[in-house]
């Protein structure tokens, strides 16, 4: 017995040194199951050649945390063309968001739609950002399908933003990166690929305001929109002011865009906001929302207005 005791009493010191350890090993562990879905941090951006405004290329954490770590970062970016310009980066990890897209009775146009403004209940609680949908119907050259009503047909070749039941979403060129199946739950297309093979399309003039969307004031230099996929499945949305289309596909593309489409253009359509509510559980609202640039006309505010009539798309938080 005394023999035993000592076993046991040997046997219980051993544990009492070692549980510390034990316990510090294991939460790293855990820490990182939690994370594995997670996409790698991106990494800087090189600015372009010339004079650069401090951190452009730099990311920075914004919005609501999701299992504990940010899911968007910000920079910007001065395009070498028009270097007074300062445009807005955004990255988001799409393994632990899921993009919804809300529907708006103008565009695409009708009523009755489960999600359209303003971001309420359950979808305001994950919400951690929201961005501006494409052109006004049927600008677009494109169709649009959501919620099993296929509103404007569905053109082959056209840039489009495919969601799927999984909450998984893609950018291609309908009809070769992805097709109709019961799977899609949301399309929205908008003119052909601006970005394709990680590349500025062939044939963009950085002096057209039509082909790429009627500028405001006939000038090429104007507010304009886009969203982009990497070769890591993380978006990238690109904003920002007096941009010609070939500034934003050379944004696009030293974001690491291997395809992108342009969504609006012009002063009062674009906008991206992120959210961050002082708890993890909180609901999202105007009040903890911060804009991509500053100089956005468009406010976080915007996706919470039950007038607002235009399609967007609202990044929301995967389940756990």
Same mark, same amino acid.
């Given at each position: 017995?005394?023999?035993?005791?000592?076993?046991?009493?040997? @046997?219980?010191? #051993?544990?009492?040194?070692?549980? !510390?350890?034990?316990? *510090?090993?294991?939460?790293?562990?855990?820490?990182?199951?939690?994370?594995?879905?997670?996409?790698?941090?991106?990494?800087?951006?090189?600015?372009?050649?010339?004079?650069?405004?401090?951190?452009?290329?730099?990311?920075?954490?914004?919005?609501?945390?999701?299992?504990?770590?940010?899911? +968007?970062?910000?920079?910007?970016? &001065?395009?070498? &063309?028009?270097? %007074?310009?300062?445009?807005?980066?955004?990255?988001?990890?799409?393994?632990?968001?899921?993009?919804?897209?809300?529907?708006?009775?103008?565009?695409?146009?009708?009523?009755?739609?489960?999600? $359209?403004?303003?971001?309420? %209940?359950?979808?305001?609680?994950?919400?951690?950002?929201?961005?501006?949908?494409?052109?006004?119907?049927?600008?677009?050259?494109?169709?649009?399908?959501?919620?099993?009503?296929?509103?404007?047909?569905?053109?082959?070749?056209?840039?489009?933003?495919? +969601?799927?039941? /999984?909450?998984?979403?893609? +950018?291609?060129?309908?009809?070769?990166?992805?097709?109709? $199946?019961?799977?899609?739950?949301?399309?929205? &297309?908008?003119?052909?690929?601006?970005?394709?093979?990680?590349? @500025?399309?062939?044939?963009?003039?950085? /002096?057209? #305001?039509?082909?790429?969307?009627?500028?405001?004031?006939?000038?090429?230099?104007?507010?304009?929109? *886009?969203?982009?996929?990497? @070769?890591?499945?993380?978006?990238?949305?690109?904003?920002?002011?007096?941009?010609?289309?070939?500034?934003? *596909?050379?944004?696009?593309?030293?974001?690491?865009?291997?395809?992108?489409?342009?969504?609006? #253009?012009?002063?009062?359509?674009?906008?991206?906001?992120?959210?961050?509510?002082?708890?993890? $559980?909180?609901?999202?609202?105007? &009040?903890?929302?911060?804009?991509?640039?500053?100089?956005?006309?468009?406010? !976080?505010?915007?996706?919470?207005?039950?007038?607002? /009539?235009?399609?967007? #798309?609202?990044?929301? @938080?995967?389940?756990?």
């Amino acid at each position: 017995m005394r023999r035993r005791s000592r076993w046991w009493a040997a @046997a219980a010191l #051993i544990a009492f040194v070692l549980l !510390p350890s034990l316990t *510090a090993s294991a939460a790293p562990l855990a820490a990182r199951r939690a994370g594995s879905d997670a996409l790698a941090v991106p990494r800087p951006l090189s600015p372009y050649p010339g004079p650069a405004l401090a951190g452009q290329g730099v990311w920075s954490p914004v919005g609501r945390l999701v299992d504990g770590r940010p899911v +968007i970062y910000e920079t910007t970016l &001065q395009p070498p &063309q028009d270097p %007074g310009t300062v445009a807005g980066v955004a990255w988001m990890d799409t393994k632990l968001l899921r993009p919804v897209l809300y529907s708006g009775s103008l565009s695409p146009g009708g009523y009755g739609w489960k999600y $359209t403004a303003p971001v309420q %209940g359950s979808a305001a609680q994950a919400l951690v950002a929201a961005f501006n949908g494409g052109f006004q119907f049927p600008s677009t050259d494109g169709g649009y399908f959501s919620e099993g009503k296929m509103v404007f047909p569905l053109r082959v070749g056209a840039a489009s933003l495919v +969601i799927y039941k /999984n909450g998984a979403a893609k +950018i291609g060129e309908w009809g070769r990166d992805a097709r109709m $199946t019961p799977n899609v739950v949301a399309v929205r &297309q908008n003119l052909n690929l601006l970005v394709d093979y990680g590349q @500025a399309v062939a044939g963009l003039d950085p /002096n057209d #305001i039509w082909t790429w969307g009627p500028t405001l004031g006939g000038t090429p230099n104007v507010w304009r929109s *886009a969203l982009g996929e990497t @070769a890591s499945g993380a978006f990238v949305y690109v904003a920002g002011p007096s941009l010609t289309v070939l500034d934003l *596909a050379s944004l696009l593309v030293r974001a690491g865009a291997v395809r992108a489409m342009e969504l609006d #253009i012009n002063p009062y359509w674009t906008v991206f906001a992120t959210y961050s509510p002082p708890t993890p $559980t909180a609901a999202a609202s105007p &009040q903890n929302g911060a804009d991509l640039l500053p100089g956005m006309v468009g406010t !976080p505010s915007r996706f919470f207005d039950p007038a607002w /009539n235009r399609d967007f #798309i609202a990044m929301l @938080a995967r389940p756990a």
